[in-house]
């Protein structure tokens, strides 16, 4: 692409990440709609689900299964990841159910620029929402629910037993302007270093 003066235009910078991370019913979806309804920068919705949707429908065995969902998960990181690279804004929608989730996101995404939001939600409130959805397994949240916040660090936290997606999306645009250093991400990739050099 180049400018009205026939030079390339110069690299973008890179866009914000939005990361959204909670179980399954959690929430994160509608805050998302939200989310690019106020902020006042144009951004993009990114949600796991999505790339899950676009995968083929034919049946597959039980032994390729879960190298094919593996995959989808690591074309997902590196497809959010190429956006902002890209200088989009994008909110990620993503369970962190696994522990090598987040080590590929803190690998890949440049982590002073991803605001990392816990959307929380209680137990009895996920399988209340479950039973009304009917479109997941019975239990899927609970089981996902000890794993998904384990590693305890993020910028901004959302209870959505107790708020409305409107209000999250607020919290969290208000947070953007004023975010501290160091990100929950670089103190988590910090703590992943020491980790393995130990």
């Known amino acids: 692409m180049r400018t009205d003066a026939g030079h390339p235009d110069p690299a973008p910078s890179p866009g914000t990440v939005i990361f959204l991370n909670g179980t399954s019913s959690s929430g994160k979806s509608s805050i998302a709609t939200e989310l690019l309804r106020t902020l006042d920068e144009p951004y993009f919705h990114l949600p796991v689900d999505a790339f899950h949707a676009m995968r083929t429908r034919r049946e597959m065995s039980p032994e390729q299964l879960p190298t094919v969902l593996h995959n989808t998960w690591r074309g997902y990181h590196r497809a959010v990841a190429g956006m902002a690279a890209g200088g989009n804004n994008v909110v990620m929608d993503h369970v962190l159910s696994e522990e090598w989730r987040l080590r590929d996101c803190l690998d890949l995404l440049v982590p002073q620029d ?31 629910l000890a794993l998904v916040h384990a590693h305890g660090v993020y910028d901004v936290e959302c209870d959505t037993s107790r708020a409305d997606p409107h209000e999250c999306a607020r919290l969290i645009k208000e947070f953007l302007p004023r975010r501290p250093t160091p990100t929950a991400f670089q103190r988590l990739r910090e703590k992943d270093a020491s980790a393995l050099s130990e």
């Not at 959307?119 to 949240?141: F, Q, S, T």
Request: hydrophobic share 30%; proline share 10%; aromatic share 4%.
């Open 114 to 144: 991803v605001v990392f939001v816990g959307v929380r939600c209680p137990r009895d409130e996920l399988e209340r929402r479950e039973r009304e959805r009917g479109d997941r397994p019975p239990g899927l949240a609970v089981r996902q």
